[in-house]
């Protein structure tokens, strides 16, 4: 018997069976093909195939160095705006984001026609995206930061609504039971039992998405948002490219020293 047994323990048990294998193996080959496919068909489009488009990357690299880094003071401003772009839209976006969240988070608004009407609006604002946001901000408002401040509190407004309703969402309700049970308001059970669950996820998220933004305001300025990304489409324009060589690297080290910063932050919080 203990043979037996001994024997059973020291054959080799495959992890997956052979049909789940076999459906892997399929499904792998097929995203193979797709990719592959898409890679010809997208060569047949380009002047020269993959190998001209490489050639023709290296000579427009070619002229972004050496970059001419005696540009940094006059591009300080327009980094600066850009930055004063993110911080306005994200605290915006922060304060609007509360009401919004707790009426699109279902174990909170238990009247049915008003979370339904909040996620519906949530869901308007994510399907648009932030440029074509700014190009209509910029066609109503004319070129400059404003637009760019609204587009980016828009945009935020999608993102951070939804993911701080699904963390209200996933909170212990005990908490909140309790208060209510004791006589507290709606008030009172949100700032006492609901917020002190939530607010450390909430300054992390909030950090997150001014990450974005700044990265967010960047693209927006090409089309007329205001910031560093309008000075670098003007560079661009004017074949400056050592110009905006230095642009790129500028934006480049801020946006480091903005996410080392928050990830500091985002430890101490958590």
């Known amino acids: ?93 922060a304060i609007l984001t509360v009401p919004l969240a707790v009426l699109s988070a279902q174990n909170i608004t238990t ?20 440029l074509v946001l700014a190009v209509i901000f910029v066609g109503l408002f004319g070129i400059g930061i404003f637009p760019g401040i609204l587009a980016l509190t828009v945009f935020s407004l999608g993102i951070l609504a939804k993911l701080i309703s699904e963390t209200i969402e996933s909170v212990d309700m005990n908490p909140l039971e309790a208060m209510r049970a004791s006589g507290g308001n709606v008030f009172q059970v949100i700032w006492y039992a609901l917020v002190p669950q939530v607010l450390p996820q909430f300054t992390s998220l909030v950090l997150y ?19 560093i990304g309008l000075v670098l489409n003007q560079q661009l324009k004017f074949y400056n490219y050592p110009n905006a060589m230095t642009i790129i690297i500028v934006i480049f080290v801020t946006v480091l020293i903005i996410e080392y910063i928050s990830n500091k932050l985002r430890e101490a919080l958590l």
Do not use: C
Not at 67 to 86: E, G, H, L, N, R
């Open 1 to 93: 018997m203990t043979n037996e047994t001994h024997s059973l323990t020291n054959k080799s048990i495959p992890l997956y069976p052979a049909k789940t294998k076999l459906q892997v193996t399929i499904i792998f080959f097929v995203v193979l093909g797709i990719y592959i496919f898409s890679m010809v068909w997208t060569q047949r489009d380009m002047v020269g195939g993959l190998g001209g488009a490489l050639e023709n990357m290296y000579r427009v690299m070619e002229k972004f160095f050496p970059p001419d880094f005696s540009v940094i003071p006059k591009i300080w401003k327009a980094m600066m705006q850009t930055i004063q772009m993110a911080i306005i839209a994200t605290t915006i976006a």
């Open 111 to 130: 009247f049915k026609p008003l979370y339904y009407l909040t996620r519906t609006i949530l869901n308007l604002l994510r399907t648009i995206p932030d």
């Open 209 to 227: 998405v001014f990450e974005i933004n700044i990265r967010a305001s960047v693209v927006l300025g090409m089309v007329g948002a205001g910031g």
